[in-house]
């Protein structure tokens, strides 16, 4: 669990990181170097999952061996897929980061949505449904993995 008292935002106690897959984790379904150390060390702190609508069909190969929960939607209303299970969770206890359109409804339920602009871009939509912006989802993870970077984000 990752806690924090961020004057002017929330406290918040987090135990669950939910990730989009594709423009998020990955690159044309392979994964960003850098990301898997960091999951790594964030394993011990956090229940992580990946929701993705897996585009290139290489999501569950790609992290096989990941400490990761994998989830791979059904096809169709996948935002209401990634909000529904955001919400099942318990949203004030997840912090999720994604970068596209299908992740603006996770992004705005989380405790903390983070959204990543990455190689693929982001939607704008998701820029504006999260809490923080950053350039790649190794900036997000760092956030997490020195979670007084959270408060110098979020604090008023």
């Not at 990730?19 to 392979?30: C, F, I, R, S």
């Not at 150390?37 to 897996?54: C, N, Q, W």
């Not at 999501?59 to 061996?65: F, K, P, Q």
């Amino acid at each position: 669990m990752i806690t924090e008292s961020i004057p002017g935002f929330s406290d918040i106690a987090v135990s669950h990181l939910v990730l989009d897959y594709n423009g998020t984790l990955a690159l044309d379904g392979k994964p960003l170097v850098g990301v898997r150390e960091r999951i790594e060390a964030l394993s011990g702190s956090l229940t992580i999952h990946v929701v993705t609508a897996d585009t290139f069909g290489r999501a569950g190969d790609a992290l096989a061996d990941w400490p990761v929960f994998l989830t791979v939607l059904t096809p169709g209303e996948e935002a209401e897929q990634k909000a529904t299970y955001v919400q099942t969770l318990g949203a004030d206890s997840v912090v999720a980061v994604g970068n596209g359109r299908n992740d603006c409804r996770m992004l705005s339920l989380a405790c903390v949505g983070v959204a990543v602009t990455g190689p693929e871009g982001a939607a704008s939509p998701a820029l504006m449904s999260a809490d923080i912006v950053c350039p790649d989802v190794l900036a997000a993870l760092d956030l997490l993995l020195h979670p007084n970077r959270l408060k110098a984000t979020l604090r008023t």
